[in-house]
Structures are given as C-alpha cells and as structure tokens.
C-alpha cells in the first residue's frame, strides 16, 4: 500500500491536534484514500511538554530544517504562526519538493500571492483550508462548490473571540471591559486581544476570502479595518429597540467593478440568520448569482476544529498524488495567469444606512443645529431618538440615515464634534440591509 510521510512543524495547541488526529484516525483515513498517512517528524523547541497525548519521543527534533530536508516526507504542515520564520520554513519546503498545509491566516494575508506563486512553479500544494473558519469548509466552497458562480457578497462572523464579548454584552449588559475580561478568563480571548477585537484577525481572513472569491491579488493593508472596543451596552439596547444586533462582520462585494472590502461592527436585522449566531462560534454566508445564499456554521477556532480543517488538506494532497494529479484545483481557485489587481473601493466611497449616537446637552436647538448639518452634506434621516431628558446635561441623542455616502458622514461628523453642545466623539455604525445596503 502507498504511504505518504508527514513532518509537522511546531507543536503547540493546533500542531498537537494534527499530531492526535494522524495518531488516532489511521485506519479511518486509509480506507478514505486507499494510502497510509504516517507521521514521520515533529520540529519544536519544547520537546518534553506533556500535550495529553501519547507521542513517540523519537518523532521529536528541535531542528525545523532537518524536517523539510528529510527525503522520506512528502507533506509539511505548519502551525508555528506568525510572518517570519513561518514564511522562510514554508518557502525552504516548496523548494524542496515538499507539499505544504498551513493555517496561518497572518502570513497567507500578506505574502499569500509570493507563496502560492512558488508552489505554482515547482508544481506542488499549498494548502489553507484552517486559515479561515476554522472546521467550516469556506476554503472549498468558494474554490470548488461555487466555482461556476460568481460571487456576489460575503458576509461572516469570523472571530469567535469578538462574537463571544459582543454577546456577553448583549445577554448582560455589562461593559465591554467586563465581557473582555470574562472571555479572558475562560480562556476565549487572549492576555493581548488585540489582534481580535481590533479586527485584525477577521481581516486577516477577509483578505484570503477576497482573493478566492474575485481572483484578485489583494493584501491585508488594502482591507478598512475597525474593531469592537468602543461598543457599549447603550448602543446594543438602542439596536435591539429597532430590530437589530451588531456583530463584527467581514463584508465583501462587488460593487461596479471595485471590492467593498470592508471589517467593522455592524448592525443587522433579527431576521439575519447570523444575528442568531452567538458566543464562540463562526458564521458565514456567502452569495452567488446561481446559488443565492449559502450558510456554512461552525467552531472558528480552537485544537480540533482546525486540526480537523489541516487534515482535510493533507488528505486531499495525499488523494491528488495517489493519482498523479498535483496541481489539478487551483490554489486561488482562478488560474494563476488569470489573476489579476482589482481595486479595493476606499471606505469613503461606501454607501450605507448610518446609525449614529451622540452625546449631547439637552437644551433647545440642538438638534437643529446636528440635523442641519447632516443635511448641508446631503444626509437625510430616517429617525431620530432621544433616551431620556436632563436639562442642560448631555443624554444620547440617536440617528439613523437613508442612505448615505461615507464620505458626507465622515465630514459631518466632523463639523459636529466641534459643536460646544456635542460633549463625546459620535459613535457611528453602519447597518447592512436585506437588500445588501
């Protein structure tokens, strides 16, 4: 029977998920493809950890390179993370002759085009199903189930992290410094959340999403990127009073041949199948002119989902040199030379409906003097809510828009905040419609 080596590299929570599966899953894995898996190699520097497995100690090296330089492995899979050494060992392995599974999302955002180039050129896989959603198949479905559509939007949760502090707040009405703190302690947050909650992470994914979907050569720094920190329980009460939740989303569309591509906190009606979607968990839906919309849900993170995702690329990798067809699916689902720079609509071209709070003093002509100036840059208003009354104290005073121009918005905003009457920076969000506004 045909067998197929695997090093993997780096041992930490998700590489000791790859680690149990290839472990435990053998024989369930060679009746799927008709070839044994083994696990030849793992590089990692602390080699004496106990990770709740049982691993042969002599599968063990410190040494990353010995790994990929071993003639035996045909597969090296990746989970040491980040944009430096993750990158030098990934490309030391296509030029060498080693297929490469990987779910580093980071690194895929910012030097994806050069990886999968090099894999193109020595006729080898690269695959990255894990880097976005986790155990949910996004990567598939967009390369090969939606492959006759085009694709018309995309919108997902896609950090569990930010989705389990937004509904903390949301259930509690607690601030967004106790939900950070309680999704700290129960492990769902890191000591540093940044990378979460400011939405680096969702657009990290956003931006390979976009790539897959449009065929475009596209780069983290191109995407509008926004986080949740300044989402307070005030703004979550004022959503649900009008039949809203917020979530941050990534958003893609195409838009009269540019890319809405776009992460930010966003207000979505109750009847929005991922406004049900709540705590750790992922979401995504995905629109194509023949399809409609597509669901997939699922666990966004952690040791099994993504190990689960790392496995499905190794096994497809294993079926595709069971029978000489390497190279068969596309990397970014277009063919190489059809990849092409589209742009990336700037975030003030954007046209949305606005939800905007102020806090303002309550007296007369205040909201006059804030409703002409919305006006004088074109902004009209669907409705306008004041919470509570406190003479001559500031209260919330909330707007939301037809349709607007980000720009105007953004401008006004400005003149606004330097009214004598405004008291804090206005807190804007942006609300995507049924009909994709």
């Known amino acids: 029977m045909k067998t197929f080596h695997i090093g993997v590299l780096g041992c930490g929570t998700v590489g000791t998920g790859v680690v149990k599966l290839l472990l435990e899953r053998g024989e369930l894995i060679t009746r799927r493809i008709g070839a044994d898996l083994i696990l030849k190699a793992i590089a990692d520097i602390d080699m004496d950890r106990d990770r709740g497995v049982a691993i042969d100690k002599a599968l063990f090296t410190r040494d990353a390179r010995q790994v990929i330089l071993d003639p035996e492995i045909d597969i090296i899979v990746e989970t040491i993370g980040g944009t430096t050494i993750a990158k030098e060992l990934i490309l030391l392995a296509l030029q060498n002759g080693k297929h490469v599974v990987t ?22 896989d690269l695959g990255f199903e894990a880097s976005v959603g986790g155990c949910m198949p996004v ?32 259930d509690e009405r607690c601030s967004f410094a106790e939900a950070l703190r309680e999704a700290q302690a129960k492990g769902f947050a890191e000591a540093d959340p940044t990378l979460d909650i400011e939405g680096i992470d969702t ?67 109750g009847s929005n199948i991922l406004s049900s979607v709540n705590g750790p968990l992922n979401a995504i839906t995905i629109t194509g002119d023949a399809t409609g919309d597509l669901l997939l849900c ?26 000489a067809s390497v190279g068969r699916m596309p990397t970014l689902s277009f063919q190489p030379g059809a990849i092409q720079r589209i742009p990336i609509l700037p975030i003030e071209e954007l046209v949305s409906h606005y939800y905007i709070r102020f806090s303002a003093i309550d007296q007369p002509g205040v909201l006059s003097k804030i409703s002409g100036i919305l006006g004088n840059h074109g902004i009209s208003l669907e409705s306008v809510h004041q919470k509570g009354r406190k003479s001559n104290a500031d209260v919330p005073l909330v707007m939301f828009t037809h349709l607007a121009k980000e720009r105007n918005v953004r401008e006004a905003l400005a003149e606004i905040e330097r009214l004598d009457v405004v008291c804090d920076h206005p807190m804007l969000i942006r609300i995507e419609e049924p009909n994709g506004n």
């Open 203 to 269: 657009a990290h994914k956003l931006a390979i999403i976009v790539a897959l979907a449009y065929g475009t050569d596209v780069r983290f720094g191109d995407l509008y990127v926004e986080g949740i920190s300044r989402i307070s329980p005030m703004d979550i009460e004022f959503a649900e009073q009008f039949g809203y939740r917020i979530k941050l989303l990534a958003i893609s569309k195409m838009v009269d041949g540019a890319i809405e591509a776009r992460v930010h906190p966003t207000m979505i009606p």
């Open 103 to 124: 779910a580093n999302k980071a690194l895929l955002a910012s030097e994806g085009i050069r990886l999968f180039s090099k894999a193109w050129e020595h006729g080898l």
């Open 298 to 323: 699922g666990a966004g993170a952690g040791m099994m989902p993504t190990a689960s995702a790392i496995l499905s690329d190794i096994i497809d990798i294993a079926r595709d040199l069971m029978n």
């Open 139 to 170: 990567i598939k479905t967009l390369r090969e189930s939606l492959a006759g559509n085009a694709i018309l939007s995309v919108r997902g949760i896609l950090n569990g992290t930010c989705n389990t502090i937004l509904s903390k707040i949301s």
